[in-house]
């Protein structure tokens, strides 16, 4: 996630917290330069299966209805031939308290699957796990 000089960095990182419930300790914050050569943080967070597996339940509940069906017709667009999936969410969305998807000032998450040898059937999790939600 990029957070801009013109962003309260604790604000978005305590609505992570408290929206999406990642643990604040997992984030690791690195300095770094925009386009423009404007100061700007690059935030990481590295969760465990479990964490991560929670995390994406707790995503798909708070989707709306509309974002989740485009997800799960738009499915293969989220994600790689690895079985990866990309979701961005809109940040500014999360300081409110809500979830929803977005391309613009994006936080940007990827799930990676623990099992490797078969990311044709990650697809079918996905959906299973968004229709679990609806």
Known sequence: ???HATEDGNKVLQSIHDVLSVPLERFSVSPS????KNKILLLKAILSSQEAGELARRIMSLLNSSDREHLSSSLPEYSDEKGNLYL???????????????EADAIRIRFRPVKRY???????SYRGLLSSTE
Do not use: A, F, T
């Open 1 to 3: 996630m990029v957070l």
């Open 33 to 36: 330069e925009g386009h423009y």
């Open 88 to 102: 961005r969410l809109d940040k500014q969305r999360i300081v409110q308290g809500k979830v929803s998807l977005s």
């Open 118 to 124: 078969r990311p044709s059937g990650n697809l079918e």
